[in-house]
T-cell receptor
Framework: GENVEQHPSTLSVQEGDSAVIKCTYSDSASNYFPWYKQELGKRPQLIIDIRSNVGEKKDQRIAVTLNKTAKHFSLHITETQPEDSAVYFCAACYQTGANNLFFGTGTRLTVIP | NAGVTQTPKFQVLKTGQSMTLQCAQDMNHEYMSWYRQDPGMGLRLIHYSVGAGITDQGEVPNGYNVSRSTTEDFPLRLLSAAPSQTSVYFC?????????FGQGTRLTVV
C-alpha cells in the first residue's frame, strides 16, 4: 500500500516568515495530493490540493509543488500569520472509484507573533 | 446543507462493550470512509465504501465493522471495545476531489 512520510514534525517560524513542509510517497500510481489543516479539537479541512498532471499550484499565500519523478510534494506558506498555527497533514491518493487517502503523520506549525 | 454529521462527539466505553458511531452526509457522495487519529500517527483508514451495498477494509480494520445500506449513512461498529481503540474517529465523504470530514468522535475505552 501507499506510505507517506512527512517532515518536519514540528516547525516554529516568526510571523511574516515562510514555512515549508515536505512529504514523500511510495506508490507511483498516486495521482491526487491534498493538504489539510487541523486546528485543535477541530476536523481536518482542505487548504489546497494538486493532481499529478500539474507541477505547482498557488492560492494566495499557499502553494504546493509536486515532483512525480522523485515522488515528493511540498507545502509553502508565505507571510505567515498567527492564525496559520495548526497541524498540517499531507495525503496521497490513487483516485479510481475509491478515494482512499493515505496521510502523513502531521506537522505542528507555530507562528510566533 | 449540513455536510458530514457524526454522532456522538464524545463517548466512554468499558472494555468489551459494543457501540455504533453514526455518520451521515447530505452531499450525495458515493464514497465514504472512516479514519482513526492517534497522536503522532496521522489519520489511518479503517473501512471505506464506494457506494450503497459496497464496503471494503482499509489499513486498520480489525475490531470494526461497517455497512452501507443507503448513500447517506455509513455507521461504524465496535464489536467488543478494547483500550487500543481509544482514539478520535473521523468519518469522511468525497466525490472525485475534496474529502469532507465530520466533526469527529472522541472515544475512550477504559
Amino acid at each position: 500500500g501507499e506510505n507517506v512520510e512527512q517532515h518536519p514534525s514540528t516547525l516554529s517560524v516568526q510571523e511574516g516568515d515562510s514555512a515549508v513542509i515536505k512529504c514523500t510517497y511510495s506508490d507511483s500510481a498516486s495521482n491526487y495530493f491534498p493538504w489539510y489543516k487541523q486546528e485543535l479539537g477541530k476536523r481536518p479541512q482542505l487548504i489546497i490540493d494538486i493532481r499529478s498532471n500539474v507541477g505547482e499550484k498557488k492560492d494566495q499565500r499557499i502553494a504546493v509543488t509536486l515532483n512525480k519523478t522523485a515522488k515528493h510534494f511540498s507545502l509553502h506558506i508565505t507571510e505567515t500569520q498567527p492564525e496559520d498555527s495548526a497541524v498540517y497533514f499531507c495525503a496521497a491518493c490513487y483516485q479510481t472509484g475509491a478515494n482512499n487517502l493515505f496521510f502523513g503523520t502531521g506537522t505542528r506549525l507555530t507562528v510566533i507573533p | 446543507n449540513a455536510g458530514v454529521t457524526q454522532t456522538p462527539k464524545f463517548q466512554v466505553l468499558k472494555t468489551g462493550q459494543s457501540m455504533t458511531l453514526q455518520c451521515a452526509q447530505d452531499m450525495n457522495h458515493e464514497y465514504m470512509s472512516w479514519y482513526r487519529q492517534d497522536p503522532g500517527m496521522g489519520l489511518r483508514l479503517i473501512h471505506y465504501s464506494v457506494g450503497a451495498g459496497i464496503t471494503d477494509q482499509g489499513e486498520v480494520p480489525n475490531g470494526y465493522n461497517v455497512s452501507r445500506s443507503t448513500t447517506e449513512d455509513f455507521p461504524l461498529r465496535l464489536l467488543s471495545a478494547a483500550p487500543s481503540q481509544t482514539s478520535v474517529y473521523f468519518c469522511a465523504s468525497s466525490d472525485h476531489g475534496e474529502a469532507f470530514f465530520g466533526q469527529g468522535t472522541r472515544l475512550t475505552v477504559v
